[in-house]
């Protein structure tokens, strides 16, 4: 189990290994699809989990913000429901 600051730092490290600065509040969007395609796949062996494949569409994610409540919900750290 990861706690959501783990969770954060092993992001942050997969994105710059992309090349993809993540203190840009637009850097889900700005990713080009093999940008993303590949961050998937990286967070998918980091966490060992796998994302719905309704997620491997391009601009799933409106912000980092997104990105990181459905990576926690996958990971069993928080709650989708209940995280207004």
Known sequence: MFTELEMK????HVFEENGIDINDQDAVKNMDSLEYITTLVLLEEEFKIEFPDSMLTKNMFENIDDFYLLLGWLI???DL???D
């Open 9 to 12: 730092q092993i992001v942050c």
């Open 76 to 78: 069993g750290i928080n």
């Open 81 to 83: 429901e209940n995280s």
